[in-house]
């Protein structure tokens, strides 16, 4: 599978992650977002940013039930929950948010 | 040790020690182990780890592994934490061995001798070796 962004194609894998994690850039988050039906908004790319600061940091996507709890310390209680979360990515912040933040599948991802 | 896993709701909690003897580059051995506890701790069991041989690499500060051309995954060593795995078992012999000592880590760690180490696998319900 491919992804056409601003003239340039960008590999992706079967379930739609990107290959190369190089590949990303704010524009091609904007297009693996529509793929997935979701509508970019300030709280997404708080959770985004997050992520890419996470994979940054530890070289692995994080379990949701761990990507919460981060989130809870890092951005308040408000957000550090299943049911924020969810609202934002319907189809799990870790499979969803990871795909988005192009990241590989989090680890134990089922 | 035992591999009868039971993970019933309400089950039992076991004692799960997974042991790295090998160096983190050269084989899958160690990506692949971390990987198995990583996905481990989605199951609330009570989870260490033990570094012995050559596994004492995988935890050395400053890896550099451009010219191998793998990915250094040592900075994972340091989510586990995060995960709630915090029982990092190193044996003080293998280090010696290997002219290192517990400043040469990037993780904190419980050092101990070959005979504790002996001690900590007898009390386990399940060993578990890469």
Same mark, same amino acid.
């Given at each position: ?22 590949? #990303? ?19 997404? #790319? ?5 992520? /890419? +600061? ?10 949701? /039930? ?45 | ?35 198995? $506890?990583?996905?481990?701790?989605? !199951?609330?069991?009570?989870? *260490?780890?033990? !570094?012995?041989?050559?596994? $004492? !690499?995988?935890? $050395? ?11 250094? !995954? ?17 044996? /003080? +012999? *293998?280090?010696?061995? /290997?002219?290192? *000592? ?29």
């Amino acid at each position: 599978m491919a992804l056409e962004v601003n003239g340039t194609t960008i590999e992706t894998d079967e379930e739609g992650f990107l290959v190369n994690l190089s590949d #990303w850039n704010p524009d091609v988050a904007a297009e693996l977002a529509k793929g997935e039906n979701v509508e970019m908004t300030d709280q997404h #790319w708080e959770v985004i940013n997050f992520l /890419r +600061e996470y994979y940054d940091e530890y070289q692995i996507a994080p379990a949701v /039930r761990v990507l919460t709890k981060a989130i809870g310390k890092k951005l308040g209680p408000d957000k550090g929950n299943s049911k924020y979360l969810y609202d934002l990515f319907p189809y799990g912040p870790g499979k969803q948010a990871c795909k988005i933040a192009g990241l590989p599948k989090p680890t134990g991802c089922i | 040790m035992s591999d009868d896993m039971d993970f019933e709701e309400g089950g039992t909690v076991k004692k799960f020690m997974f042991v790295n003897r090998k160096a983190p580059y050269g084989t899958i051995y160690a990506l692949e182990g971390l990987e198995v $506890v990583l996905i481990s701790a989605a !199951f609330d069991q009570d989870v *260490s780890l033990a !570094f012995l041989d050559d596994g $004492v !690499f995988q935890l $050395v500060k400053g890896q550099k592994t451009d010219g191998v051309e793998m990915k250094n !995954f040592s900075p994972t060593y340091r989510a586990l934490e995060g995960y709630d795995i915090e029982k990092l078992y190193v044996e /003080r +012999e *293998s280090l010696e061995a /290997r002219g290192l *000592s517990e400043d040469d880590l990037l993780v904190d760690v419980q050092v101990m001798s070959a005979a504790e180490m002996g001690d900590m696998m007898s009390q386990q319900d399940v060993v578990i070796s890469f």
